[in-house]
């Protein structure tokens, strides 16, 4: 996806529309209609979090391990938090890219069973271009990580690693997504990719 151009706003504890239309007038059926709240999507329980996890202001990215502007969005992204030091980074899989994509989720879901997200996740998106099995173990192998051991994590826990897949995606689906990357920051929703410069504005304009 390109450079972010469409920003729309959460208001009143809803996601809406920035030219004031519901989120419901975005679905393609009214019987899937589901209200969708902040609380939802920035502070779901079981998704890893990054950065400070007490921060003032939360960065939620929904991304996929095989998108090549997430990744080259990822470096800029980590360094704006790590130098912040008061914001929540919450990096919401979004496996759209098929099922390499949907394998490196799991494994990375994985690996936070085991308590290196982190690491895990920092693995996958120092990687480029489209992914194969054989390359996510070989990326993870060289950070260190028995593969096969993060395939048992996840498998054991995989009801709630699953759970939060498909809630994922039902989110996305909601907000009307169409691709990745994309950010909310604070209450503000930013479709594409987005610069260092444009990530400290939108944390500045949260915090203001």
């Not at 194969?132 to 070989?138: T, V, W």
């Not at 997504?177 to 994309?182: F, I, N, S």
């Not at 930013?190 to 990530?199: D, I, N, P, V």
Request: glycine share 10%; hydrophobic share 40%; aromatic share 6%.
């Amino acid at each position: 996806m390109p450079k972010s151009t469409r920003r729309t706003f959460v208001t009143g504890g809803l996601i809406v529309a920035a030219t004031g239309a519901g989120l419901m007038s975005m679905l393609r059926s009214p019987a899937s209609a589901k209200a969708l709240t902040v609380e939802d999507v920035l502070f779901d329980p079981v998704n890893p979090v990054l950065g400070n996890p007490e921060g003032d202001v939360t960065i939620v990215e929904f991304f996929d391990y095989q998108c090549p502007y997430c990744k080259t969005n990822h470096p800029p992204l980590t360094e704006v938090v790590k130098a912040d030091g008061n914001i929540r980074l919450v990096m919401k899989d979004w496996p759209i890219f098929g099922a390499p994509s949907v394998r490196a989720s799991q494994l990375v879901l994985g690996a936070a069973s085991l308590g290196r997200y982190e690491d895990a996740n920092t693995a996958l998106m120092e990687t480029e271009g489209r992914l194969d099995n054989r390359s996510i173990d070989r990326a993870l192998g060289r950070a260190g990580f028995d593969v096969a051991a993060l395939d048992k994590a996840y498998r054991g826990d995989r009801e709630k690693w699953d759970a939060l897949l498909s809630r994922n995606s039902e989110q996305a689906s909601l907000i009307g997504l169409r691709g990745t990357p994309a950010f909310i920051v604070g209450e503000a929703l930013y479709a594409g990719a987005m610069g260092a410069s444009e990530l400290r504005d939108a944390v500045a304009t949260a915090r203001g």
